[in-house]
């Protein structure tokens, strides 16, 4: 889902050459960051560009009813014509029954899987054997979505993590694990922020397809959000440190 994710962060720009989609070839995709740091506003985003494309309806999973809707630069979206679907598992047991039930649900097949705050399920089942049965358990219903949904099509996945601050050892293990799920991540870094705005810098691992891309993104207080391209420099390594041991950049 890395170039569903990559449209997002192009302002919505059109696909480039390669870039068709094609959510059935993507790899699951892992969106890192700290407390703030954007996860939920970029994963609505990419629920907004999925539902514009018009390939089915997308299911957005959280622990909770968003509080507000993050605003999308330059969209003039009609509500009603978007088809994503909120459901809100309490625990990680209702989400593993949601999940395991997902054979039986009728209609027409999601598209996107959206799963938001991941953390907050896996503190009830902190164990290793726990932390890879709910990840293959949202890899499978990807797929069974996918094989609903038809060849060529597919439905992709994206989940948002919570990192810990930089030195916090104790979900490293975790993090390590869950990287072998999902080899496409983006990592999300608080940067400088600008009078009345939230900053962050966007680093977008494609897990082997397309290239690794960075971005400014910039919220304004009203919610709004703008992404520019990340000024690239020489020798700049700072979210690259990290990256294949499964530590945060």
């Given at each position: 889902?890395?170039?569903?994710?990559?449209?997002?962060?192009?302002?919505g720009g059109?696909?480039?050459?390669?870039?068709?989609?094609?959510?059935?070839?993507?790899p699951p995709l892992l969106l890192l960051g700290g407390h703030g740091s954007g996860k939920t506003a970029l994963l609505f985003a990419a629920a907004l560009e999925a539902a514009g494309e018009g390939?089915?309806?997308?299911l957005f999973l959280t622990r909770r009813p968003l509080q507000s809707l993050p605003r999308r630069i330059g969209a003039a979206l009609e509500p009603l014509r978007l088809q994503i679907r909120f459901q809100y598992p309490p625990s990680t047991r209702e989400l593993l029954r949601l999940l395991c039930s997902a054979h039986e649900?009728?209609?027409?097949?999601?598209?996107?899987?959206?799963?938001?705050?991941?953390?907050?399920y896996l503190t009830e089942d902190p164990g290793s054997q726990?932390?890879?049965?709910?990840?293959?358990l949202l890899l499978d219903t990807a797929a069974h979505f996918s094989h609903r949904v038809g060849s060529g099509r597919g439905c992709g996945l994206i989940v948002a993590l919570q990192t810990q601050e930089e030195g916090d050892s104790a979900t490293a293990p975790q993090l390590a694990l869950l990287q072998r799920?999902?080899?496409a991540q983006c990592w999300l870094q608080p940067d400088a922020p600008g009078p009345?705005?939230?900053?962050?810098?966007?680093?977008?691992e494609p897990g082997g397809l397309g290239a690794r891309a960075e971005w400014r993104v910039t919220f304004r207080q009203d919610g709004e959000m703008t992404v520019t391209p990340w000024p690239t420099q020489a020798g700049d390594t700072?979210?690259?440190?990290?990256?294949?041991s499964g530590g945060q950049p």
């Open positions: 889902m890395a170039e569903t994710l990559r449209r997002v962060l192009n302002s059109a696909a480039g050459p390669g870039e068709e989609n094609t959510a059935e070839a993507e390939r089915g309806p997308v649900t009728r209609g027409p097949a999601p598209s996107l899987l959206l799963l938001d705050g991941l953390e907050e726990e932390t890879a049965y709910l990840a293959a799920y999902f080899p009345g705005q939230h900053c962050l810098r966007a680093c977008l700072s979210l690259h440190k990290g990256s294949s």
